[in-house]
């Protein structure tokens, strides 16, 4: 019984509170309020939040871990490892409003955070790593017509990047990627001669630089690696893609120190 009539005065307070705040007002009379309901409406359309009228917001991203076995011969172990920097772990910002009819403008900030990197374990090193753990791999600006393309400008990936991975509708060239994207760090093992630094070998002091790392089975340049993913770092650059004509479209971008690349995609169904 004491409970509920505790509670019965709280809510006597409330109300009276709010019969004496509501003849203040009245008193002041009824404009008095405009203002901040104004300026209220103002702070509500100019916020990024999913459905807004201006402006939209989606977050996105994935958790990536795996399980790595490896036996080379000598010793064999099982590691937990990250997927890599650009299919690592992430969350994604992207940010768009139209600001005139079939034009858009946005933003990207593409954040990953990585553990124990496929790039640079090996067999004396379960948690190496290439980059910090938590890292800013994209952040550009961007303005879409939707009949003219898409340019953007910023830290991001290049036209090239993904070139197969992207259309491929099975979701395995990943994976199944005939590069070496995994397990680089691995030196090749010669009867039980130590391995030194990021795959490669030491005879008696000799560094041979032979590693799936250091040129057997890696593409080390873009040029070297003919429909495969050899440039997925983003770098600050210039971007253009094309309007899709047909499943057709193009890409080509512009970055620092002269890089430059063009990349034609199709996509398409067959009966």
């Known amino acids: 019984m ?3 009539s505790l509670g019965a005065l709280v809510a006597a307070g409330l109300l009276a509170g709010g019969l004496s705040t509501g003849a203040s007002a009245a008193d002041l009379g009824g404009n008095c309020c405009a203002d901040l309901e104004e300026r209220i409406a103002e702070l509500e359309a100019t916020t990024a939040r999913k459905g807004n009228r201006k402006v939209s917001l989606t977050i996105s991203g994935w958790v990536a871990e795996q399980v790595v076995w490896w036996d080379d011969g000598v010793e064999s172990n099982a590691y937990i490892t990250g997927t890599g920097t650009t299919l690592a772990s992430h969350f994604k910002l992207t940010g768009q409003a139209t600001i005139a009819p079939g034009y858009q403008a ?28 938590v890292s ?27 070139t197969a991975i992207l259309v491929d509708g099975s979701g395995s060239l990943v994976p199944a990627n005939w590069l070496m994207i995994e397990g680089a760090g691995f030196g090749l093992r010669v009867s039980s001669i130590g391995i030194s630094g990021l795959g490669s070998i030491n005879l008696g002091g000799l ?16 040029s070297a690696g003919i429909a495969a993913d050899c440039n997925g770092v983003p770098l600050n650059a210039v971007r253009y893609d ?8 193009v890409s080509a971008s512009w970055g620092e120190d002269d890089f430059w690349d063009v990349a034609a995609r199709y996509a398409g169904e067959f009966n």
């Open 106 to 133: 946005g933003y990207v900030i593409h954040v990953e955070t990585q553990t124990a990197d496929p790039f640079a374990v090996n067999a004396n090193n379960d948690d190496a790593t290439l980059n910090p753990s």
């Open 2 to 4: 004491r409970r509920h």
């Open 136 to 162: 800013l791999l994209q952040s550009y600006w961007f303005i879409n017509s939707d009949r003219m393309g898409k340019l953007s400008v910023g830290q991001l990936s290049h036209a090239s990047d993904n």
């Open 242 to 249: 094309s309007p899709t004509f047909g499943g057709f479209s």
């Open 207 to 222: 560094q041979t630089g032979i590693g799936w790392g250091a040129g057997v089975g890696h593409c080390q340049h873009i």
